[in-house]
């Protein structure tokens, strides 16, 4: 197992905002947060990465205790990917995506890794980051963190916060292509998504969570189901089978 | 193409700029001297009068300018990086307000020794420095610590407002004249106590990956092994030290910690591994150059090399925020 999560709590105040969460995550395998806004997803990512403490419960990364961590050795083997960076310097891509070497050397530019990175995800490696979209942004940010787990393998676990939302088709394409290929080595993924349909094609285990709490989990054709879903979002949910598209040939 | 790109070529120009900079502010002055008169002081035939304004009354201060501007300079790119904010400028840690709040107590209950005045200054700045890091400095926030650096900086500033109603004509006159900034009382004896300035500048250039990488977020900073509290104490520390002895030696000049390391990254981009060192030559060249204008303008009388900088310096961030501003629309 190399994520466990076992009877986590986290509340701030009175407000429970994580509670008792159970999740496991093997090698290589990828496991999709689902659930609507404010229920805990984004905090359990934050609680699993080791920068927030959890009241009650225990989170062990490759059977250690996430809290016992080094920071260097969490940098080393934990990638994550936040909704709030907040960069207002005129980096180039390049060098932003460099930054996710920084837990191994010096954060060197012309690394092989990050030269690969801005190749396969199309990156236009030289402009100046504040001049990017919205989108172009977000998959700079997307090849930081992944430019952080490369090579690592078994020994590294990878934890993204909505990683799709601004981006275009192609490049959720070429995203999940990495992202199977981290998997394909080894390296265990969290993320969280909005899209039920693109959860649908990546996630090998879906969790679906509600007011802090997850409502059940499984693989993803027991989980997509409109009751399932319906009590997840509070919201009527059915299946028309419609949208048919979905990436990929 | 990288939208900048040639940096090497561009940080030797820096060098080469400075080192003739530092010639011709040597030749300046109300004795004015050629490159034939450095040849003979190099081979001692310049006759001792000269030689004595060469290396006892000009070459400290050329020193002293260089190293106190290099000095403010790179700290503030430092600042800038570690606030993430691009307009912030070390004022921010409080370490010039608390540095004149007590060179001004120095001056009204004290003497106008200069020694005592830029000791008192020093250990003003690094107090309230301290003062900004106990507050702001645990938390998690980074806002919390700018605001910390504001209000310790107002407070600081009343002080030095409260002073200088209750001082004599000539305390304030003193008083004003350090605010405005002056390289006037440079000697070797000023030179010597600079020297922990290059120092510190060089500490805080080994942070120079830290602080490209904390520019994403204090979250982000940490996920890649970065303890952004640990970071930001040695920080401010560091740029304490360089600003805080600085301004203890020459006052307050404006503006040059604020636009130096903006101009750098306007033609050399944002690493640090650049914009620290490249702030330090550019810092040294400015400072250097508005010292000389501010001794030659209207000599014999100088004027503060504070109001050169803030002078020339203010109308021109504002040109490059316009520019940057119409950049940024165009894009």
Known sequence: MKLHVSQVSYSVGNKVIVDAVDLDVDEGQRLVLLGPNGAGKSTLLRLISGVL??????????????????????????????????????????????????????GRTDSPIVEQLINDLDINADQNYLTMSGGERQLVQIARVFA????????????????????D???QVDVIAI??????????????????????????????????????????????????????????????????????? | MAFYSGGYMKS??????????????????????????IG?????????????????????????????????????????GLFRNPLADPALIGVSAG???FAALYVVFGSSAPVGMALSAFA??????????????????ISTMLLAGIAINAIALSGVGLLSYWSTDAQLRTISFWALGSLNGADWSSVFIALVIPFSTVAIMFQSQSLNVVTLGDEEAEHLGVSHQKLRQRVIVLAALSVGVGVALTGIVAFLGLVVPHLVRIMMGSNHKVVLPASALLGGLVLLLADTFSRTLLAPAELPVGIITALVGGPFFVLLLLREQRERVLV
């Open chain 1, 169 to 171: 088709l192609k490049h």
């Open chain 2, 99 to 101: 540095a004149a709040l």
């Open chain 2, 12 to 37: 030797l120009t820096l060098v080469l700029a400075l080192i003739l900079m530092m010639l011709l502010a040597l030749l300046t002055g109300s004795v004015s001297l050629g490159f034939s008169e």
């Open chain 2, 124 to 141: 003003g700045g690094v107090l309230t420095t301290w003062i900004v890091l106990m507050i702001g400095g645990r938390g998690t926030s």
């Open chain 1, 148 to 167: 952080q787990v490369w090579g690592r393998g078994g020994k590294a676990i990878l934890l993204m916060d909505e990683p799709m939302t601004a981006l």
């Open chain 1, 179 to 249: 992202m199977q290929r981290l998997a394909s080595e080894g390296v265990a993924q969290v993320v969280v998504m909005h899209d039920i349909n693109m959860a649908a094609s990546v996630a090998d285990k879906v969790v679906l969570m509600s007011s802090g709490q997850v409502v059940a989990s499984g693989h993803a054709k027991e989980m997509l189901t409109p009751e399932l879903l319906e009590q997840t979002f509070d919201t009527p949910v059915t299946a028309s089978g419609l949208p048919y598209l979905k990436p990929g040939s």
């Open chain 1, 53 to 106: 403490s959890p009241q009650s419960g225990k989170i062990t990364v490759l059977g250690e205790n996430i809290r016992d961590f080094s920071l260097a050795d969490r940098a080393s083997t934990v990638g994550v990917l936040t909704q709030r960076v907040s960069l207002d310097f005129p980096f180039t891509a390049r060098e932003v995506v460099a930054m996710g070497r920084t837990p191994f050397g010096r």
């Open chain 2, 40 to 80: 003979k002081l190099l081979d001692g035939s310049l006759e001792p009068g000269l030689a004595t304004i060469l290396l006892d009354i000009r070459l400290p201060r050329v020193l002293l300018a260089v190293i106190v501007g290099a000095g403010i300079a790179s700290a503030g790119a430092a600042i800038q």
